[in-house]
């Protein structure tokens, strides 16, 4: 059995970096760094307890320039964008996950969901299993024999079980339930009324969400609470809920490295990272964890026959 090549949800560890460390360490030029530090933090704890083989982080850049935003302009529309010092610190996270060895993923039409999806159905095709890093329950429709799931920071870890669990669906109707319930934190509408208990009731009885549609004259007879009116509203937004399982589902057509040793981990060389770390004001106890991950012996290669 190979190893798992992890796959991070960087920009979701760099967030919530941002909200949880006081901006008290700032550069040269007097912006905060504390998204740096807290990432920076994250990054050597995955690296020294799972010593990975392979991995990869991948950073949002689409923002309001994905594929998605041209089907449905209001896309993300609610959410503002991040401040200009938090944009700084974006890009110095990539400079310090690039500096620690890791391959950095980053496009200007797609997002990281869509960038580890491409990712992890690349590495799928090698006959290699992935780890996708991150909380977001969007990833559900990734999860499979070969994928699982960790939310690293509460150390929970789930596969297809857990999905199930989770949601109440499989993971192979994970973005049709996410069109069905829409989603207020991407602004993707859904169909109105529809919740996520009667989402996954009707993705129990009809399987997916173009048969639901297809179908839906018969979700009147369903021994369900309002069943005639949710029949009513699957007819009339109907379209509605089409739009949104575009905007729901995860691309697996993003460009990323095709190859396992694409996303081989290279080990840290110290001296080449000092000047990083000076100019991030990294402190010493960070560079001490930096150098031993330097010298660390190389973790277990995955079979080269498969990538």
């Known amino acids: 059995?190979?190893?798992?090549?992890?796959?991070?949800?960087?920009?979701?560890?760099?967030f919530r970096a941002w909200h949880a460390l006081p901006p008290d360490t700032l550069d040269a030029e007097g912006q905060p760094l504390n998204a740096v530090h807290g990432f920076t933090r994250f990054l050597l704890d995955l690296l020294e307890r799972v010593r990975p083989s392979h991995l990869a982080a991948a950073?949002?850049?689409?923002?309001?320039?994905?594929?998605?935003n041209s089907l449905y302009p209001a896309y993300?529309?609610?959410r503002a964008l991040p401040p200009a010092e938090l944009e700084r610190q974006f890009v110095y996270c990539k400079q310090v996950a690039q500096a620690l060895g890791v391959t950095v993923l980053a496009d200007a039409q797609y997002e990281a969901d869509d960038l580890i999806g491409s990712a992890a159905a690349r590495l799928h095709a090698h006959d290699l299993d992935v780890v996708i890093v991150s909380a977001d329950k969007d990833f559900g429709q990734l999860i499979s024999l070969r994928a699982s799931q960790w939310d690293f920071s509460r150390d929970l870890r789930w596969d297809e079980t857990g999905v199930r669990t989770r949601l109440g669906v499989r993971p192979d109707q994970v973005a049709d339930y996410l069109a069905l319930t829409g989603d207020a934190i991407d602004n993707i509408p859904g169909v109105p009324g529809i919740g996520a208990k009667t989402a996954a009731s009707l993705l129990h009885h009809f399987g997916t969400l173009e048969a639901l549609l297809a179908r839906a004259d018969e979700v009147a007879f369903l021994r369900m609470r309002?069943?005639?009116t949710v029949a009513r509203r699957l007819r009339e937004h109907a379209d509605l809920a089409r739009l949104s399982r575009q905007l729901t589902g995860i691309a697996l057509d993003a460009p990323v490295p095709a190859?396992?040793?694409?996303?081989?981990?290279?080990?840290?060389?110290?001296?080449?990272?000092?000047?990083i770390c000076d100019r991030l004001r990294l402190g010493p106890m960070t560079r001490t964890r930096i150098r031993a991950l330097g010298a660390a012996a190389p973790p277990d290669r995955i079979d080269p026959a498969a990538g």
């Open 76 to 78: 993300k529309a609610n």
């Open 59 to 68: 950073f949002d850049e689409s923002l309001t320039r994905s594929f998605r």
């Open 259 to 275: 190859h396992s040793d694409d996303y081989r981990h290279r080990r840290p060389v110290f001296d080449e990272i000092e000047p």
């Open 1 to 14: 059995m190979t190893a798992a090549v992890h796959l991070i949800d960087a920009s979701l560890y760099v």
């Open 226 to 228: 309002g069943a005639a």
